[in-house]
């Protein structure tokens, strides 16, 4: 994963998939950076999202709704994910 880009959200009271633990996307995105990618490897946490992060994310509700000490979700999804092409 650390040839493509990563940009992960997760919601902080997902009880499926604990965000902090050892499958969530917090320590998954530490992991993935530090194998030095090209790009570094993000990660939003919606502090009052549970399983369902997806949709505020694919429908821009979400934008700086994230923990502070995460990435926060500050540009539209969709013009981050068409600023990389596979090479």
């Known amino acids: 994963m650390r040839k493509i880009p990563v940009w992960a959200f997760h919601g902080a009271k997902d009880e499926l998939v604990i965000a902090y633990d050892n499958f969530g996307s917090v320590p998954m995105v530490d992991a993935i950076n530090k194998t030095n990618p090209k790009v570094k490897a993000k990660v939003t946490v919606y502090p009052l999202a549970g399983h369902d992060g997806w949709t505020r994310t ?29 090479e």
């Open 58 to 86: 694919y429908n821009g509700t979400g934008m700086f709704q994230g923990e502070k000490r995460f990435d926060q979700y500050d540009m539209n999804i969709y013009d981050w994910l068409l600023q990389y092409k596979k």
